[in-house]
């Protein structure tokens, strides 16, 4: 079953912050981040392991509550070249590494 | 520079034929995957390989087949029984560790003429 994410869609302004959710019904092991523009493959973006971990790259970070099976992607100050679908893709312990997709959180940001 | 090669980038099938797509990948990873995307919608996986000669049905195995005879090398064969194939095809691959990303090909845009 593919984790269910939201909102569906955001569209922000230059500067504004955003924040997708990810949530699954099923036990987590890992959660990862992907973006991926129009057309073109997804772009990794951070893996997280551990419940409550929190991991940052650029301005953009993430945390991941093992317990409530979430994971939230956090975008601060957003710039143009965020535009995209961000995909989050869960892990569950033993599944030899395979991901189950959600189906997208559509980003746009605008000047 | 290390990464996976996916060709041809577009593809056309009549109906009643068997395609293959290729995927190629120099990054010395272990596992690869296939991936099927529709439009507006998440990745589903279609079959994956941890090891050369060794491959396991995801969630919508049905209608294609995959062989694994090199490292490198992970073709995914769409044939006629896949009643709906047009869709953009991803393959990926990643370390069998924990920490590591998947990395993407390109991608194949199959559609049914």
């Known amino acids: 079953q593919q984790p269910v994410q939201s909102p569906q869609a955001v569209i922000l302004r230059e500067g504004e912050d955003a924040v997708i959710n990810c949530s699954s019904s099923k036990a987590l092991y890992s959660v990862h981040w992907y973006r991926q523009k129009h057309g073109e493959a997804p772009v990794f973006l951070m893996i997280l392991l551990k419940g409550g971990e929190q991991k940052g790259h650029e301005k953009i970070s993430a945390s991941f509550n093992e317990k409530k099976q979430q994971s939230s992607l956090y975008l601060t100050a957003s710039q143009l070249s965020y535009s995209g679908t961000y995909f989050c893709?869960?892990?569950?312990?033993?599944?030899?590494?395979?991901?189950?997709f959600g189906s997208g959180t559509q980003l746009t940001v605008l000047p | 520079d290390g990464g996976i090669t996916q060709s041809p980038k577009y593809l056309f099938r009549k109906e009643g034929q068997n395609v293959t797509l290729s995927c190629e990948q120099n990054?010395?990873?272990?596992?690869m995957y296939w991936y099927r995307q529709d439009p507006g919608q998440g990745l589903r996986l279609i079959y994956y390989?941890?090891?050369?000669?060794?491959?396991q049905k995801g969630d919508i195995a049905e209608g294609y087949s995959v062989s694994r005879e090199k490292k490198e090398s992970f073709p995914l064969t769409v044939t006629s029984a896949q009643k709906n194939p047009t869709a953009f095809y991803l393959c990926?691959?990643?370390?069998?560790?924990?920490?590591?990303?998947?990395?993407f090909g390109s991608g194949t845009r199959l559609t049914v003429v």
């Open positions: 893709g869960t892990e569950q312990r033993g599944s030899a590494r395979q991901l189950t």
């Open positions: 990926a691959s990643s370390e069998r560790t924990v920490n590591y990303g998947y990395t």
């Open positions: 990054l010395n990873h272990d596992a």
């Open positions: 390989s941890q090891i050369v000669n060794d491959f």
